[in-house]
């Protein structure tokens, strides 16, 4: 079965532009949250999404958006775009177990590198 | 709010040698606890997570790890390295409820010297 598959690989964008990237969850999976990991951290939360709604937001500014599709892939956005933004962007995916102590962990994907000049 | 420390930034270590990589994480919540491995360009790939029961978790790769509460800590362990075992480590923790959002660790680079 295919993993989490992210596109771009790499992308380089300038100050003040605008990116998407996406994301396909692993079939069956329903939840899909992004994270970025700028270099030398650990990955920080962005969002979780479920059912095409926002479950959770990390504490990003309003520049940064995404949304789930019917088929549960998802994408994230980025406007005006700041050098601090270069980052490598996580996509993961997840069942959504209903029972409870429930928690299906996290599959990421290879993420997307994006530079930003 | 949760946090997590990871102590050693660096760990070298020579081929077939023990290592432990240290994690302490603080929440006012109970919550589930994690370890991923990032081998360079690639993203995080699970090696094992605590969630209830025994507080020894084995994972992948013969890694393992022991949740102490008391201490709350969450340390994780391998009897003998190899050199494909040298990556980035991440401990996360989470919440048991609401949005399922990792709280990661700043990492351990582990290097593995033959």
């Known amino acids: 079965d295919a993993g989490v598959t992210q596109s771009p690989t790499h992308l380089i964008k300038t100050r003040g532009q605008h990116v998407t990237l996406r994301c396909s969850p692993i079939s069956g999976h329903k939840s899909v949250s992004w994270y970025q990991q700028v270099l030398g951290q650990g990955p920080q939360f962005i969002f979780q999404y479920y059912e095409k709604e926002e479950r959770g937001r990390g504490n990003f500014p309003d520049r940064f958006s995404a949304r789930q599709f019917p088929n549960y892939s998802s994408e994230l956005n980025v406007n005006a775009l700041l050098l601090g933004d270069s980052a490598l962007y996580l996509c993961?995916?997840?069942?959504?177990?209903?029972?409870?102590?429930?928690?299906?962990?996290?599959?990421f994907g290879n993420g997307t590198r994006l530079t930003v000049t | 709010a949760q946090s997590v420390t990871q102590l050693d930034s660096q760990v070298p270590v020579f081929e077939e040698a023990p290592v432990e990589l240290r994690c302490n994480y603080s929440s006012s919540v109970s919550v589930y606890l994690f370890w991923y491995v990032q081998y360079p360009n690639q993203g995080l790939q699970l090696l094992l997570k605590y969630l209830s029961g025994s507080t020894l978790v084995k994972g992948i790769n013969g890694f393992e790890a022991e949740f102490n509460k008391s201490q709350t800590s969450f340390h994780l362990r391998k009897p003998s390295v190899h050199i494909s075992d040298t990556a980035e480590y991440f401990c996360?923790?989470?919440?048991?409820?609401?949005?399922?959002?990792?709280?990661f660790g700043q990492g351990t680079r582990l290097t593995i010297n033959p």
């Open positions: 996360a923790v989470s919440h048991i409820q609401g949005a399922q959002k990792l709280v």
């Open positions: 993961a995916s997840s069942l959504v177990l209903r029972r409870p102590g429930g928690r299906s962990p996290l599959h």
